[in-house]
């Protein structure tokens, strides 16, 4: 069977491409082989493909489906230019059919029909709707090393979009440093209802800078105007700082504890040695 949730599209422009995720479960205990078709207003629109296919490139009709297992299948609607505004209904059906050898035995195919509602309304609206997710690569930063965000965009409008962020970093009350980062020009615009993650996207060297505190201030841009901004504070750290973490952890979270264990170890060591150097028969013993 399939998840028969109504798939539903809105505001949707003249050839745009929609696409959805169908997800076939399969309960029995053998193989089964699944057929796609569609029918209504949407039959000419849709066509299937395997979940790996992300070009979209090889339609396919059907799929076989492992015991006890799952599947996912892309189906992509692809709007027709001259299509009038206006909503168009349909269905896409989800047949399975018994096997061959099932077929052999009783002479005839057991088949049953899952649909799924699909409903594509089609505007001549533009909307440019953008959502964006900003995540640094880490928040500690060794001297030297650069700062890394990565950089998720959502299309939630009808129109392809080039979004570019703006990176402003800040000690203190000062700005530190401030650039334009363009939309990645190797890379295709975000397709409506597409999601693309670029990691990173930004990023600021920290090589000449003092170790400290820092903030980073994230302003997403379309069209020249500010849409989101996001804010994180991260931290510049030398090599004193390291060791001091280092140490840190010898002494379970307490700074304290670490040094009394580092010198506890060395006086245990020193200790050894001299012993040995005054005794070295024990030495021979021992090994």
Do not use: C
Request: zero cysteines; proline letters at 5%; glycine letters at 6%.
């Amino acid at each position: 069977g399939q998840i028969t949730e109504p798939i539903i599209f809105q505001d949707v422009l003249r050839g745009q491409q929609m696409k959805a995720v169908l997800t076939l479960l399969n309960s029995e205990q053998k193989d089964v082989v699944y057929e796609f078709s569609s029918f209504g207003d949407i039959s000419e629109w849709v066509s299937f493909f395997a979940k790996s296919d992300s070009n979209f490139a090889n339609p396919i009709a059907q799929a076989l489906m492992p015991a006890n297992n799952f599947l996912e299948v892309w189906a992509v609607f692809n709007v027709p230019p001259d299509a009038p505004n206006g909503v168009y209904k349909g269905e896409i059906i989800v047949t399975t059919a018994e096997d061959d050898l099932a077929k052999e035995a009783t002479q005839a195919s057991v088949r049953q029909s899952v649909g799924r509602e699909v409903s594509i309304e089609i505007t001549g609206k533009e909307i440019a709707k953008l959502s964006s997710q900003v995540i640094p690569e880490k928040y500690g930063i060794k001297k030297g090393k650069p700062l890394e965000i990565k950089v998720i965009y959502e299309n939630q409008g009808n129109v392809f979009l080039t979004p570019s962020a703006e990176l402003e970093i800040l000690r203190g009350e000062a700005i530190v440093f401030n650039a334009v980062f363009p939309y990645p020009a190797d890379s295709e615009a975000i397709k409506p209802l597409e999601t693309k993650i670029f990691n990173p996207l930004l990023s600021w060297q920290t090589a000449g800078q003092k170790p400290g505190e820092y903030q980073a201030k994230i302003a997403i841009l379309l069209n020249g105007q500010t849409i989101q901004e996001e804010e994180f504070k991260f931290k510049i750290t030398s090599l004193q700082d390291n060791v001091l973490k280092i140490v840190s952890k010898i002494g379970f979270g307490s700074l304290g504890m670490g040094w009394f264990l580092i010198g506890l170890l060395f006086f245990i060591i020193a200790s050894t040695l001299i012993l040995l150097s005054r005794r070295p028969g024990v030495f021979k013993k021992l090994f």
